[in-house]
């Protein structure tokens, strides 16, 4: 049943992204594009969708590899076949019978490790580029080398995989935003600054550097942050990023943020509270008990690999979707402010500075993008 639903949910999302490929071709550009502009936004558009395509596709191979059966001990890396005579001959000896050994470990890990090479497969699929493959050597080499010298535990390369993936993101992170300048309250229209200090919120203003010019808000009940991405205002005029800055107090009125929170609790409190509860149930232990330890770790394994694909990417889909109507509704706040047309002004030139997406299929928009498409984010804004 679990396997049907995940090839299910995963071929839902390939339809949605082949259909998507089809209709990048199709997008008109519209008269305020240049040519070479339209055309490079197309490009990182096309760009999103193969990759996401790419995604779903490894996907279906994880299911594929996770509910394989194959006779004998799926999980045996044959550890007794490493050669553990590196502790005589010389040092160049050693470190040869090392790197041999290593080969054998991977070699022996593609051959026959099915939900190994599945993780493997669930941790390229998530923001897959150069580093990303650089960073999977590395938790091979490292697993291979805590193995050999240390812990004898195969299984530790799940905690290696996921605690690499937590040091790439944060570093990703640390590079994509650099703040230069945290006190621009200056580059801020005063009425702005005393809308939000006059309901009660403590404002802050940070300049960052980022690879994308942006503006955003963080903000809980008390204090509230907006973030000015590579100086921004200098790409529009004052009622332009004044009516872009009522957006994001829409944002700060309206709780976003905090809603967010909420819903990221729900997401993770209630699948991991009634998983926990399934197994303290007395029968639960019992019939936990008379399993081995390979069939357990095996269910724990395929476990693991359905919630990456499932809980993961459902995850993902819902913060898009919430996202989506989030944006909507500050979009209305900031149209009841201040005159429509300086924020559709404001976001065409945001959106062109950064070749975004102009056009999508509506499943493509609320599942799988952060933001509705410029085309339907100015057509909305046009009726409220």
């Given at each position: 049943m679990y396997e049907c639903l995940l090839y299910s949910y995963a071929l839902f999302f390939v339809m949605i992204l082949s259909y998507e490929l089809i209709n990048v071709a199709y997008t008109t550009k519209p008269s305020y594009y240049s040519t070479e502009l339209f055309l490079e936004a197309k490009r990182n558009h096309l760009n999103n969708v193969r990759s996401q395509l790419f995604k779903f596709v490894m996907y279906l191979f994880v299911i594929a590899l996770l509910f394989c059966k194959k006779n004998g001990n799926i999980l045996n890396l044959k550890h007794n076949n490493f050669n553990y005579t590196t502790s005589s001959g010389s040092q160049g000896t050693k470190i040869c019978n090392l790197i041999y050994n290593f080969y054998n470990y991977l070699k022996t890990v593609l051959e026959e490790q099915n939900i190994l090479i599945a993780i493997i497969l669930l941790y390229l699929c998530f923001d897959y580029d150069n580093k990303k493959i650089v960073n999977v050597l590395l938790a091979f080499l490292e697993y291979f080398i805590l193995?050999?010298?240390?812990?004898?535990?195969?299984?530790?390369?799940?905690?290696?995989?996921?605690?690499?993936?937590?040091?790439?993101?944060?570093?990703?992170?640390?590079?994509?935003?650099?703040?230069?300048?945290?006190?621009?309250?200056?580059?801020?229209?005063?009425?702005?600054?005393?809308?939000?200090?006059?309901?009660?919120?403590?404002?802050?203003?940070?300049?960052?550097?980022?690879?994308?010019?942006?503006?955003?808000?963080?903000?809980?009940?008390?204090?509230?942050?907006?973030?000015?991405?590579?100086?921004?205002?200098?790409?529009?005029?004052?009622?332009?990023?004044?009516?872009?800055?009522?957006?994001?107090?829409?944002?700060?009125?309206?709780?976003?943020?905090?809603?967010?929170?909420?819903?990221?609790?729900?997401?993770?409190?209630?699948?991991?509270f009634s998983f926990t509860k399934y197994f303290l149930k007395p029968t639960t232990i019992s019939y936990l008990k008379t399993l081995t330890a390979l069939e357990i770790t095996e269910f724990a394994l395929k476990i693991l690999g359905c919630g990456f694909i499932f809980f993961g990417q459902a995850y993902e889909s819902i913060q898009f979707l919430f996202t989506f109507f989030d944006e909507i509704k500050a979009d209305k706040f900031s149209v009841g402010m201040y005159p429509r047309e300086y924020l559709k002004q404001g976001i065409i030139k945001m959106c062109m500075e950064n070749r975004s997406v102009y056009d999508c299929s509506l499943l493509y928009n609320l599942f799988l993008t952060s933001h509705p498409a410029l085309k339907r984010r100015l057509k909305m804004i046009e009726n409220y």
């Open positions: 193995h050999r010298f240390i812990l004898r535990n195969r299984y530790f390369v799940i905690f290696v995989f996921l605690r690499n993936e937590w040091f790439y993101r944060a570093w990703k992170r640390s590079i994509g935003a650099k703040i230069i300048d945290i006190c621009t309250k200056d580059n801020l229209p005063k009425e702005i600054i005393d809308f939000i200090e006059g309901r009660g919120f403590v404002f802050n203003v940070r300049d960052i550097e980022s690879t994308e010019c942006n503006i955003y808000v963080v903000s809980n009940l008390k204090i509230a942050t907006i973030y000015v991405c590579n100086k921004v205002y200098n790409l529009m005029s004052q009622q332009e990023f004044l009516s872009l800055l009522y957006h994001e107090v829409g944002h700060i009125v309206t709780y976003t943020c905090l809603k967010k929170t909420v819903i990221n609790f729900l997401i993770f409190f209630i699948p991991s």
